[in-house]
């Protein structure tokens, strides 16, 4: 590298800067974070978390956590179908509420628990998901 810093070095100090960046994340994302898994209890029922099976660095396979936002009633092909080219924000299967977290994004407030085991961080490219084809 032109900088003289070894890609070891540079994956240690993002490393640092994600747990640096990550606990005052987690103190401001625990109250909203506990806020939204009761309103999914009381109007969803379980479970509360979607999770999506991802391809991290170096070919790493982990399980991505968010928010449910979908009902749980009918089968996955029929979410790819009912999503098209749209991206899914025409998904029948979108609640109320999960549009309003997808809206504002707070879906992905579980997400700080990737980043804390080390899957993913605050910086860098989405994780593909697994099984696309």
Do not use: W
Not at 75 to 92: C, F, I, K, R, W
């Amino acid at each position: 590298m032109a900088s003289g810093k070894r890609p070891r070095d540079i994956s240690v100090a993002k490393r640092g800067m994600d747990l640096c960046l990550l606990l005052p994340a987690l103190v401001l994302a625990l109250l909203p974070g506990l806020v939204i898994t009761l309103l999914l209890l009381l109007l969803q029922g379980r479970p509360v978390f979607y999770i999506s099976k991802r391809v991290g660095a170096f070919g790493r396979r982990f399980d991505m956590i968010k928010f449910r936002s979908m009902t749980a009633d009918r089968a996955a092909s029929e979410d790819l179908a009912a999503e098209g080219p749209a991206g899914g924000h025409l998904n029948p299967r979108i609640t109320p509420l999960g549009r309003l977290l997808r809206a504002s994004r707070l879906d992905e407030l579980p997400q700080l628990i990737n980043i804390l085991r080390g899957e993913m961080s605050f910086v860098g490219p989405r994780p593909p998901t697994l099984g696309c084809a």
